[in-house]
C-alpha cells in the first residue's frame, strides 16, 4: 500500500509519489505529508551488521510524524512463493529483468551493495510471535494472460478478478494457500483506476468472494507510457521541473518504465511482508490509509537523499545509475525502506 508522499518544500513529491494506499476504495487523498528522512547507514541490519549510524538529517520536526507501530497481526514469516501473472503483452526480455529482481531478493551471492542486502532491512521486521519477515522468496509459477482477459481500463477490484481467472484458468489449480502471494503486473498500454493519478501500485488480499479465499497479493503498472515522471521518478521528471530541478537518472536496464516499476514491486514486496493483512507495521491511526514501511522513505536511493534529491547512487560503465546489484549482474535502482533497528532509512548502499 504504499501511500505516496509529499516531501515538504517541494511541489514535486505531491505529483511523484508513487504507490499509493489503497486500503479501501475511498483512500486516494494524500492523508500526511512528512518529510522525507534521510541518514547515513551502514549495513542496515544485514548480517546483524552494525548499525553505525551517522545521521545527516533527522525526521524534521516532530518525531510523532513517524510513529509505526505493530498492530499485532502477521508478517510473513514463511518462504514467500510467489504467484506472477502478466497481464497485457509483456516482451520476454522485460519478463527477465523483474524476474532477475524478485529471484535477487534471496540471493546472498550477489556482490554487495545488493538486492538480498537491502532485504535484509525487511526481514528485520518481526510478529507479535517473534518470528521475522522470511529472506526466502521464490517464483512458485506464472501465469500469463496477453488476451487481456479484463479489457484494457481496471478498477481496483479488476485486479482481483485477473487474479480469479489466471487461477481458474491453469490447468494445474493448487495454490499454496499457506505461502502464497499474488503479483499482478500489468503492461504499459493497461490502465488502471487511479494508476498515474494516486497510485502506482498497491497491495491488499484477496476475497473469498472473487477469488474463493484470501491470500496477499499486489499490483504494479509500467507507467512508461502513461506517467513516467510520476510513477517512474527519478528516471523521469515532471516536464514543470526541468530546468533548475533535479535531473532525470538513466534506468540501469535501458528502460523508464521497466526500471521504474522495479522499484515499486520492491516497495509492494516489503510492504506486504511487513503489513500483509493490513494489521501489522505501519504508522497513522487509519488502517484505511497506512503509511507503511516503503511510504515512509518514497524518492530516496541514497545517502543524503530527501528533499527532492535522491541521495547518492552508484553510475555503472554507461553512466546509468543504480545502488545495488542483482543476480547475473544485473542492476537496479531501487527506494530504501524503514527500518524498524535505525528509526530511519536504510539501504545497501549507505555511506559510512
Ligand atoms: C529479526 O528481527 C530482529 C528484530 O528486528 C533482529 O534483531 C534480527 O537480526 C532479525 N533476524 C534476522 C535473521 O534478520
Redesign the pocket.
Given at each position: 500500500m504504499s501511500r505516496s508522499e509529499a516531501a515538504a518544500p517541494f511541489l514535486l513529491f505531491l505529483v511523484l509519489s508513487c504507490s499509493f494506499s489503497v486500503a479501501v476504495l475511498a483512500a486516494s487523498t494524500y492523508p500526511y505529508k512528512e518529510q522525507k528522512q534521510t541518514l547515513n547507514v551502514a549495513g542496515g541490519?544485514m548480517g546483524?551488521g552494525a548499525a553505525a549510524t551517522t545521521e545527516s538529517k533527522r525526521y524534521e520536526g516532530s518525531s510523532d510524524l513517524v510513529n509505526l507501530r505493530y498492530h499485532m497481526g502477521p508478517v510473513l514469516s514463511s518462504p514467500i512463493k510467489i504467484h506472477l501473472i502478466w497481464y497485457g503483452r509483456w516482451a520476454a526480455s522485460d519478463q527477465r529483468v523483474i524476474r532477475d529482481f524478485i529471484l535477487s531478493v534471496s540471493d546472498t551471492s550477489v556482490p554487495k551493495p545488493s538486492v538480498a542486502q537491502w532485504w535484509?532491512t525487511v526481514?528485520?521486521?518481526?510478529d507479535q510471535t517473534g518470528a521475522?519477515i522470511t529472506r526466502s522468496v521464490v517464483i512458485s509459477r506464472e501465469y500469463t494472460d496477453a488476451g487481456y482477459s479484463k479489457g484494457t481500463r481496471l478498477t481496483r477490484l479488476s485486479i482481483q478478478q485477473i487474479i480469479q481467472h489466471a487461477v481458474a484458468a491453469s490447468a494445474d489449480r493448487a495454490v499454496d494457500h499457506k505461502n502464497g502471494i499474488y503479483l499482478v503486473l500489468t503492461s504499459r498500454d493497461v490502465a488502471v483506476q487511479e494508476f498515474c493519478r494516486a497510485v502506482c501500485g498497491f497491495h491488499y488480499f484477496t476475497f473469498p468472494s472473487i477469488v474463493g479465499y484470501t491470500l496477499p497479493y499486489a499490483w504494479v503498472g509500467n507507467s512508461g507510457t502513461q506517467c513516467p515522471d510520476v510513477c517512474a521518478y527519478p528516471f523521469a521528471v515532471p516536464a514543470y521541473m526541468a530546468g533548475g530541478g533535479p535531473k532525470a537518472l538513466r534506468p540501469p536496464n535501458g528502460d523508464v518504465g521497466l526500471d521504474g516499476m522495479v522499484s515499486v514491486i520492491a516497495h509492494e514486496l516489503a510492504e506486504l511482508s511487513s503489513n500483509p493483512l493490513v494489521n501489522a507495521w505501519y504508522a497513522g491511526e487509519d488502517p484505511t490509509a497506512p503509511t507503511e514501511i516503503g511510504d515512509l522513505c518514497e524518492g530516496l536511493y541514497g545517502t543524503g537523499g530527501g528533499g527532492g534529491y535522491t541521495g547518492q547512487v552508484l553510475s555503472d560503465r554507461k553512466g546509468r545509475q543504480y545502488n545495488m546489484n542483482g543476480r547475473g549482474g544485473r542492476k537496479f535502482l531501487v527506494q530504501w525502506v524503514w527500518s524498524?533497528?535505525l528509526k530511519a532509512c536504510a539501504g545497501p548502499n549507505a555511506l559510512d
Open positions: 541490519g546483524g535484509s526481514a528485520l521486521y518481526t521475522n524498524p533497528v
